[in-house]
């Protein structure tokens, strides 16, 4: 793919994130071929940062390389840089080579979601003393400046006080001034498992297998970055808005209705279950969240959905989605430096393999490397359980997240990993610490009948390591949540605890974390 024929003199170079491919992208709609150019770059950097499953990289070149061809047929001046085309390994790097080429007169991007990105084009253009205008996103449907005077002088900035102003100044599922079905929010009624006999048949949501030009971005990929982690064997990711919209369809006809029920659930083998598969189209901007929730609430009104279900879905998009990206630019780097639990265990290799004992860990780890997905209990509850109860540094399991995960992009990433996954923001975003025992898991799923580990057992060698790390973080964090209004209650039982148990405990979750610290296996 070549770069197009630019412009002799270019007015106005327009910079195009691998997370900004809307169609109506706005910074399109005033663009002259003969006098502006489209820009974007493939860069190394990108999967290096931090290590990007093969999944996640194809899925992000994919579709810029499908949204690049799409403006050309439309007629506009594009330059675009492959992987390999260049020596720059940066974006920064691969804009500055560009800028002196194409001399702008000033440069536009998007809002971008990550701020080791906008410092790298402020840099650049900063270099050789080009203006550049940031331009607001409206694919997100709470900007940037609402979200600060929302948040301002609150002392505690709580999702669901977001979320239900959201819904009244949007519109959405309300009836008048008051919400659908007479509550705000229907959690309640969205914590179902399946029972002994699992989720039973499920239609296979809809697939996209690769086309020539994703074809083209795996051989890329493969001889330019051939170390990165996970698998590209099973790719069907939507890689264009066509496919994203049919994705959204198929969720809608086939998976919504139930979603809500067991949308926390999780059975061995079955990754997709009722889950919509659209967070990594919405975060590259396929898809447009408005039009999402949208189709989610007529299918409610039309009567072909439950509320339970509507409601529960729609609050992950108007709710979290856009919550956490508040706080993400509200907070801004403070998020890498965040610590507050002391956490500074390495991740352990079973991150990167799936080779340990604790079935959960398997499953989710296994399932992740081959489709670099999991869903939000999976990634809450089994991943991000075992690195809190571990004590796993931050950053690692951050990094772990953003490169692992296809739909990761760190606006969205960073806030639920450091501050609802890790609680290391010190409950910024969790009044909190989401902590269980291995009776969570048991409950939510098939996987303790296949686990080695009693879920039950704190103490012995058959005891569930989530069980023994469990009963040692309350231990180690007496202090501090001891007599929190929200915890107490868990707190008072190592209270009650025999002195003899509790050092076993501690005895215990010490070998695991040594053992796993060292590389040895559970």
């Not at 599922?173 to 309640?188: S, V």
């Not at 996987?447 to 580990?453: D, E, N």
């Not at 009650?496 to 509790?502: A, T």
Request: net charge negative; aromatic share 10%.
């Amino acid at each position: 793919m070549a770069p197009s024929t630019s412009p002799a003199t270019v007015r106005t170079l327009l910079v195009v994130l691998g997370d900004q491919l809307a169609p109506d992208h706005p910074g399109l709609q005033h663009l002259d071929p003969e006098q502006d150019c489209l820009w974007m770059a493939e860069v190394t950097e990108e999967s290096r940062h931090v290590p990007s499953h093969v999944a996640r990289t194809l899925l992000f070149l994919s579709a810029m390389r499908h949204f690049a061809a799409q403006r050309r047929d439309e007629g506009l001046t594009v330059s675009y840089r492959r992987l390999g085309e260049h020596s720059r390994q940066t974006l920064g790097n691969a804009l500055l080579a560009d800028l002196d080429q194409l001399r702008p007169r000033q440069v536009r991007v998007l809002q971008p979601g990550e701020h080791r990105v906008l410092l790298q084009l402020e840099r650049a253009c900063a270099d050789r003393g080009i203006p550049l205008e940031i331009l607001d996103d409206p694919h997100f449907l709470v900007p940037l400046e609402a979200f600060r005077t929302w948040a301002k002088g609150r002392k505690q900035l709580r999702m669901e006080y977001f979320y239900r102003e959201q819904r009244a100044a949007l519109a959405v599922l309300m009836n008048g001034h008051e919400p659908a079905g007479g509550q705000w929010n229907f959690d309640a009624d969205n914590r179902g498992h399946f029972g002994r006999d699992g989720p039973g048949p499920l239609p296979q949501p809809v697939g996209f297998p690769p086309d020539a030009l994703t074809r083209e971005c795996l051989e890329d990929i493969t001889r330019h970055l051939p170390d990165l982690p996970g698998h590209a064997d099973d790719f069907d990711w939507p890689v264009t808005p066509e496919q994203a919209q049919q994705a959204l369809d198929d969720f809608i006809q086939h998976r919504l209705p139930a979603f809500g029920t067991c949308q926390d659930a999780m059975w061995t083998d079955r990754p997709w279950l009722y889950h919509a598969r659209l967070s990594a189209a919405l975060n590259l901007h396929l898809i447009d969240p408005r039009s999402v929730i949208d189709a989610a609430e007529q299918t409610w009104r039309d009567g072909h959905a439950p509320l339970p279900s509507v409601e529960g879905f729609i609050r992950q998009i108007l709710g979290w989605r856009e919550y956490v990206r508040g706080l993400y630019f509200h907070f801004g780097q403070s998020w890498h430096e965040w610590n507050a639990l002391a956490a500074d265990q390495p991740l352990p290799a079973l991150y990167w393999d799936a080779d340990t004992s604790m079935h959960c860990l398997h499953q989710t780890v296994d399932q992740t490397l081959k489709l670099g997905y999991a869903h939000h209990i999976q990634r809450l509850m089994v991943t991000g359980l075992f690195a809190q109860l571990l004590g796993v540094h931050p950053a690692e399991i951050h990094a772990w997240y953003l490169g692992i995960y296809v739909d990761a992009v760190e606006w969205v990433e960073l806030p639920n990993v450091i501050g609802m996954s890790q609680y290391a923001d010190d409950g910024r975003i969790a009044s909190k610490p989401y902590v269980a025992t291995g009776r969570y898991i048991q409950r939510m799923s098939n996987y303790c009948r296949q686990c080695p580990f009693d879920a039950a057992e704190a103490v012995g060698e058959n005891a569930c390591p989530f069980t023994t790390l469990y009963w040692d973080f309350l231990d180690r964090h007496r202090d501090r949540f001891a007599r929190h209004p929200r915890t107490a209650l868990q707190w008072k039982h190592v209270e009650k605890m025999d002195p003899e148990r509790l050092q076993a405990i501690r005895d215990r979750a010490g070998h695991i974390r040594n053992a796993l610290a060292q590389g040895g296996r559970i």
